[in-house]
Every structure is written in structure tokens, then in C-alpha cells.
């Protein structure tokens, strides 16, 4: 008999992807945009962007066409992530768009971009992500959770400095680079890429009174097999046409399935970033996103949630996970082989947990909350 995990397993959606960065050996050298720095040699290339719903969702003419390759590169060291972003341009049908020159203006409304999104901690809150657009004009935003949950920007575009929604990544570093042709010119192909250095005390400095079960909680950088969650974004066409390194993807009741999803403020749906040592190696063989799949449990409880809010609750979540699959939001295994329990919460919210049926005692589990807190570690006292 399979395990509840590997039930589940059958259950979840393709597991995000992954990425390896290894710890910068010496110097980087200038922050140019250059790409064929020596130093950028000891990093691999990611796979290539796709249409952000993924495979089979998208329709086949969403997909980048074959002159429209985005890839990236990342490095660390204590101070910084480094990200090398390549975007190209076939021509006819593409080409390098970009006006915006005002720090912190709206890139993604008019322009190419690159976008970064980062949650260090893999709990969906305070989350931070930039977009670069080829004039090297950034827009930071931190979120204290995804906006379908009521989440706020927080940035220097809706508020001034000393007001409580401003927040800039200060110790940021971009640079961008003309890589072939021009822009705004569709009669040859062109490319450019992107040198962006995120700092850590940015990142991990910024989640304000954030609870965090991560180890990263109580410092300022990431060590040698600590694994954040990320996606990058490519943008063309007014934000028409969105391409990511990850599918997004997200449990749809009413489909019964997990459905490519348009959005890329769905944070549990992002990719693996691994921080590994200046041999690219890390303490344990395995990549992917760690509690996978306990963290699909928790989203696929999350948005049956929403649902059952929605229609047959009549504005108030289900009491336990037998009324979401009487309801026929969620498969009936999450009852044969997991541990899925709901329990109330303050202003009529819930907490779900996931655990592996028969794990034993001090086993991960997950947590996620109804305004998408999600948390792993070892199981919560729960009613």
C-alpha cells in the first residue's frame, strides 16, 4: 500500500522547479549588465522562461517563440543573490520595449521587464519583487501577503519615506546591457540582459514582526543548503504576454484540478532557489521545494477554502475537511491518507494542517492560514 505521501504525490501538481546557485568564488567584478564576465562561467543556466500557465493550459501560440529565449544565472555570496537575466528578441514580432525612468514607476504597464520574486521564509507573506526594465529603471515592492488575500504594497511609488507603507531596497544594485540590435526596432533581432545584485539585509531585513519557523529567521543571510522560494517574470506587450522560469499553478475546485493560473501573486506556487557551496554542491542530494507535497495539501485546502466561502458556505469556511469534500472541493484521499484538519481562528478565519498519516512523532506537517500563512515544521498543538 502506498504511503499518504506517496498518494498525494499522485495528487499534486508537477513540482516547481529548481535552481542551484552556487556561492561566488572571489570576485564578480563590476556590476555592468556583462554576462561574459569571467565569474558568471562557475553559474549554469536556468531552463527557458515559459507562458506562465504552464503545459497544457496554455494555449500552443502562447508560448515564446523559438527567437524569444529568457534564461538566468544566480550566484551568492554574505552580501548579495546575484541574478543574470538574458531576454531576446526575434524582431517581426517582438521587440525591446522601454520609457519608464522614474525609480519605482509601474515598468510592467508599458515596458519589457525582468521581474524577480522572492520569499525567503516559504510563507507566502512579506514577500519581495523587482522589476528592471532595459533603461535600468527599478520598481521594488514588498508584499505582507498576496493581494487576493488583502495583501498592501509596500514601496516607494504609494508612500513616502517614514510612512508605513514605504519600503525601497536600498542596497539593491542593477545594471543592464545592450546585448545585440536595438530597441523599439523590429526589423532585427535583438537581446539584453540584466546584472542585479539583491541584498540579503534587503530580503531578509524587511519582514517586519513576520513570525518565521525558517532557519534564515534570526540572520541576515542565507548559509550553504538553505533553500528560498522564487520565480522570474519576463513581460512584453503592456503586460499582455507573461512568461516565468515556473508555471504558476493552482488548485481550481470547480475544475478538479490544478489549473494554470495568470498570476504570479500566488507565492506557493513559485520555484526552488538552493544556496550551495563554490562547487555547486549541497548537504543533501535532493533539490525541489521542500515539503512537497504537504505544501500542495495546504494550497489545495487554501483554495478549497475560498470556494466553500464563497458559494455553499454562504461566507463562512468549512468546520472540518469532511464538509470540503462533501462539497466536492477537495478528493476524498486528503481524508483516506493524510492527517487534514481545519480548526477556527480569530475573526472567523481557520488554520488547516497537513501531515502524513502515521508519521511519527515530531514529523514535518504543514500549516496554512485563511490568509495564506503557510508554515512547516512540526506539528502545532491543534483542537
Known amino acids: 500500500m502506498l504511503s499518504g505521501l506517496a498518494v498525494l504525490a499522485a495528487h499534486t501538481p508537477p513540482e516547481p522547479r529548481s ?37 497544457p493550459d496554455a494555449p500552443a501560440d502562447a508560448q515564446p517563440p523559438a527567437g524569444c529565449r ?26 525591446i520595449e522601454a520609457s519608464f525612468t522614474e525609480r519605482n514607476a509601474p515598468i510592467y504597464q508599458r515596458d519589457s521587464d525582468i521581474e524577480v520574486f522572492v520569499d525567503a521564509d516559504a510563507t507566502c507573506h512579506w514577500y519581495e519583487e523587482l522589476e528592471l526594465n532595459a533603461l535600468n529603471t527599478p520598481w521594488n515592492l514588498l508584499l505582507d501577503r498576496p493581494y487576493m488575500d488583502g495583501g498592501s504594497e509596500h514601496s516607494g511609488r504609494v508612500a513616502a519615506p517614514g510612512e508605513p507603507l514605504y519600503w ?90 490544478w489549473a494554470g493560473v495568470v498570476d504570479m501573486h500566488r507565492p506557493e506556487a513559485w520555484g526552488a532557489l538552493h544556496f550551495a557551496d563554490e562547487a555547486g554542491r549541497l548537504p543533501e542530494p535532493r533539490t525541489g521545494v521542500p515539503d512537497w507535497p504537504l505544501r500542495a495539501a495546504g494550497a489545495m485546502l487554501y483554495y478549497a477554502q475560498r470556494a466553500f466561502r464563497d458559494g455553499p458556505g454562504g461566507g463562512r469556511y468549512a468546520h472540518s475537511v ?62
Open 168 to 257: 525601497d531596497a536600498r542596497a539593491q544594485r542593477t545594471a543592464v546591457k545592450l546585448v545585440r540590435g536595438r530597441a523599439a526596432d523590429a526589423r532585427a533581432p535583438a537581446a539584453w540582459s540584466a546584472e542585479i545584485a539583491l541584498a540579503h539585509n534587503d530580503t531578509l531585513g524587511a519582514r517586519g514582526a513576520q513570525p518565521s519557523a525558517m532557519p534564515s529567521a534570526a540572520r541576515l543571510a542565507p548559509r550553504v543548503g538553505d533553500v528560498w522560494r522564487i520565480n522570474l517574470s519576463r513581460v512584453e506587450r503592456r503586460g499582455a504576454i507573461n512568461w516565468v522560469w515556473s508555471a504558476q499553478r493552482a488548485w481550481a475546485p470547480a475544475e478538479a484540478r
Open 19 to 55: 535552481y542551484t546557485a552556487a556561492r561566488l568564488r572571489g570576485a564578480l567584478g563590476p556590476l555592468d549588465g556583462d554576462l561574459t564576465k569571467p565569474a558568471w562561467a562557475q553559474a549554469a543556466w536556468s531552463s527557458d522562461f515559459e507562458d506562465i500557465r504552464g503545459t
Open 322 to 383: 469532511e464538509e470540503l469534500v462533501a462539497a466536492r472541493l477537495v478528493p476524498v484521499h486528503l481524508l483516506r491518507e493524510l492527517d487534514a484538519r481545519l480548526s477556527p481562528a480569530p475573526v472567523g478565519g481557520y488554520v488547516a494542517r497537513v501531515c502524513a498519516r502515521g508519521a511519527p512523532a515530531g514529523a514535518r506537517c504543514l500549516t496554512v492560514r485563511d490568509d495564506r500563512l503557510m508554515q512547516a515544521g512540526a506539528p502545532p498543538e491543534m483542537a
Open 70 to 95: 529568457t534564461r538566468f544565472k544566480m550566484l551568492w555570496d554574505d552580501n548579495f543573490l546575484y541574478v543574470g537575466a538574458l531576454l531576446e528578441y526575434d524582431g517581426p514580432l517582438y521587440q
